[in-house]
Protein backbone atom coordinates (compact mmCIF):
# COMPACT_ATOMS: atom_id res chain seq x y z
CA UNK A 1 0.00 0.00 0.00
CA UNK A 2 1.43 3.61 -0.78
CA UNK A 3 0.85 4.91 2.71
CA UNK A 4 1.36 8.98 0.91
CA UNK A 5 -0.23 8.54 -1.68
CA UNK A 6 -3.56 7.47 0.43
CA UNK A 7 -3.15 10.06 2.82
CA UNK A 8 -3.03 12.65 0.26
CA UNK A 9 -5.70 11.70 -1.86
CA UNK A 10 -7.92 11.56 1.18
CA UNK A 11 -6.89 14.59 2.91
CA UNK A 12 -7.02 16.93 -0.22
CA UNK A 13 -9.83 15.72 -1.30
CA UNK A 14 -11.50 16.57 2.42
CA UNK A 15 -9.45 19.99 2.15
CA UNK A 16 -10.54 20.89 -1.31
CA UNK A 17 -7.21 21.54 -2.70
CA UNK A 18 -4.42 19.03 -5.11
CA UNK A 19 -2.44 16.80 -3.25
CA UNK A 20 0.94 15.72 -4.10
CA UNK A 21 3.65 13.46 -2.99
CA UNK A 22 6.35 15.82 -5.01
CA UNK A 23 5.80 19.67 -4.94
CA UNK A 24 4.97 20.43 -8.10
CA UNK A 25 6.87 22.86 -10.51
CA UNK A 26 4.01 24.59 -11.05
CA UNK A 27 2.41 25.00 -8.09
CA UNK A 28 -1.25 25.96 -7.73
CA UNK A 29 -2.48 28.84 -5.04
CA UNK A 30 -2.83 26.24 -2.26
CA UNK A 31 -2.22 22.95 -2.02
CA UNK A 32 -1.03 20.01 0.11
CA UNK A 33 2.26 17.84 -0.30
CA UNK A 34 2.77 14.35 1.63
CA UNK A 35 5.92 12.56 2.72
CA UNK A 36 6.29 9.90 5.21
CA UNK A 37 9.17 10.85 7.67
CA UNK A 38 9.11 8.26 9.53
CA UNK A 39 8.24 4.62 11.15
CA UNK A 40 5.90 2.23 8.94
CA UNK A 41 8.70 -0.55 9.03
CA UNK A 42 5.74 -3.31 10.22
CA UNK A 43 2.16 -3.42 11.81
CA UNK A 44 4.33 -2.07 14.89
CA UNK A 45 5.40 0.81 14.29
CA UNK A 46 3.17 3.75 13.53
CA UNK A 47 3.88 5.24 9.91
CA UNK A 48 4.81 9.16 10.79
CA UNK A 49 4.02 11.70 7.88
CA UNK A 50 4.33 15.39 7.31
CA UNK A 51 1.59 16.86 5.75
CA UNK A 52 2.69 20.21 4.32
CA UNK A 53 0.18 22.83 3.57
CA UNK A 54 0.50 25.72 1.10
CA UNK A 55 -0.47 28.84 0.28
CA UNK A 56 0.99 31.80 -1.64
CA UNK A 57 4.01 34.53 -0.12
CA UNK A 58 2.58 36.50 2.75
CA UNK A 59 -0.52 35.07 2.56
CA UNK A 60 -0.13 33.03 6.35
CA UNK A 61 -3.80 33.20 7.44
CA UNK A 62 -4.67 31.00 4.29
CA UNK A 63 -1.86 28.52 5.01
CA UNK A 64 -2.88 28.44 8.57
CA UNK A 65 -6.36 27.86 7.85
CA UNK A 66 -5.56 24.95 5.25
CA UNK A 67 -3.17 23.09 7.96
CA UNK A 68 -6.72 23.73 10.28
CA UNK A 69 -8.69 21.84 7.97
CA UNK A 70 -6.14 19.33 7.23
CA UNK A 71 -5.86 18.30 10.89
CA UNK A 72 -9.67 18.32 10.89
CA UNK A 73 -9.61 15.37 8.50
CA UNK A 74 -7.19 13.34 9.82
CA UNK A 75 -9.01 11.14 12.40
CA UNK A 76 -11.41 10.40 9.23
CA UNK A 77 -8.66 8.68 7.82
CA UNK A 78 -9.25 5.32 9.56
CA UNK A 79 -11.71 5.05 7.37
CA UNK A 80 -9.32 3.95 4.49
CA UNK A 81 -8.56 0.21 4.40
CA UNK A 82 -5.92 -1.02 6.73
CA UNK A 83 -5.34 2.56 8.73
CA UNK A 84 -6.14 2.80 12.15
CA UNK A 85 -5.69 5.18 14.80
CA UNK A 86 -4.69 8.12 12.77
CA UNK A 87 -3.69 11.33 15.08
CA UNK A 88 -1.98 14.97 14.56
CA UNK A 89 1.24 14.98 16.61
CA UNK A 90 2.88 18.70 15.89
CA UNK A 91 1.15 21.60 13.95
CA UNK A 92 3.52 24.38 13.09
CA UNK A 93 4.78 27.21 10.76
CA UNK A 94 7.49 26.74 8.54
CA UNK A 95 7.37 29.48 5.46
CA UNK A 96 9.38 27.19 2.00
CA UNK A 97 12.70 28.51 2.63
CA UNK A 98 13.28 28.02 -1.49
CA UNK A 99 10.30 30.11 -2.68
CA UNK A 100 8.85 32.11 0.23
CA UNK A 101 5.38 30.63 0.22
CA UNK A 102 3.60 30.51 3.51
CA UNK A 103 3.67 27.05 4.84
CA UNK A 104 2.38 25.06 8.07
CA UNK A 105 2.82 21.37 8.56
CA UNK A 106 1.01 19.27 9.75
CA UNK A 107 2.84 15.84 11.44
CA UNK A 108 0.40 12.79 11.47
CA UNK A 109 0.80 9.17 12.79
CA UNK A 110 -1.54 6.30 11.09
CA UNK A 111 -0.87 2.70 12.34
CA UNK A 112 -0.93 0.64 9.20
CA UNK A 113 -1.98 -2.90 9.10
CA UNK A 114 -1.90 -4.93 5.63
Known amino acids: MDVE ?10 A ?3 GYLEVPEEMPDSFISVEQIGGGGSMF ?8 CWAKKK ?8 AE ?3 AAVA ?13 TN ?5 DPDTGRSRYIVQ ?7
Open 59 to 66: ERKKARAL
Open 69 to 71: SVA
Open 108 to 114: IQIWVCE
Open 45 to 52: EPCRLAVD
Open 5 to 14: AAVARRLAQA
Open 76 to 88: DLDEEANFFHPEV
Open 91 to 95: FYREN
Open 16 to 18: GVP
